[in-house]
């Protein structure tokens, strides 16, 4: 079983009762914070996956194709010149993105690791 779930976590600061009439700033900062379930005998280390990733261009779609058991976040990616949206590609499953006509060249991209921390660029070709 393999599951991804999320949580908002909203912080509101309190406000002295003496500050009520004054002018002041406040900031009020939502966190989202994905969770996994993640079973223990899985046969691969997590940093393992993004590398593993496939991409297949059809028409203005590119498909990411995730043969791993892991979730993979994907961020910064692009083809050629052209940004492609952040997106989330399930374990042994895909997901598809729009991608520019005019977008050409192999992919590259990052993926957020467990800690939150981007990972270094990857390079791959498309399909």
């Given amino acids: 079983?393999?599951?991804?779930?999320?949580v908002n976590?909203?912080?509101i600061p309190a406000m002295e009762k003496d500050q009520k009439n004054e002018n002041?700033?406040?900031?009020?900062?939502i966190?989202?914070?994905?969770?996994?379930?993640?079973?223990?005998?899985?046969?691969?280390?997590?940093?393992?996956?993004?590398?593993?990733l496939r991409f297949r261009r059809s028409g203005s779609k590119l498909t990411l194709i995730n043969p791993t058991p892991?979730?993979?976040?994907?961020t910064n990616m692009k083809a050629g010149n052209s940004n492609l949206p952040?997106?989330?590609?399930?374990?042994k499953g895909e997901v598809s993105v729009d991608i520019p006509h005019a977008?050409?060249?192999?992919?590259?991209?990052?993926?957020?690791?467990?800690?939150?921390?981007?990972t270094p660029r990857i390079k791959a070709t498309m399909q």
């Fill in 1 to 6: 079983m393999k599951a991804c779930s999320g």
């Fill in 9 to 11: 976590v909203k912080a």
């Fill in 24 to 29: 002041t700033l406040q900031l009020a900062i």
């Fill in 31 to 52: 966190s989202r914070i994905k969770m996994f379930y993640r079973p223990t005998n899985l046969a691969m280390a997590p940093e393992e996956a993004p590398a593993m």
């Fill in 70 to 74: 892991y979730f993979i976040t994907v």
């Fill in 86 to 91: 952040n997106t989330m590609v399930p374990p």
């Fill in 103 to 118: 977008a050409t060249g192999d992919i590259s991209f990052q993926t957020i690791n467990d800690y939150g921390a981007l």
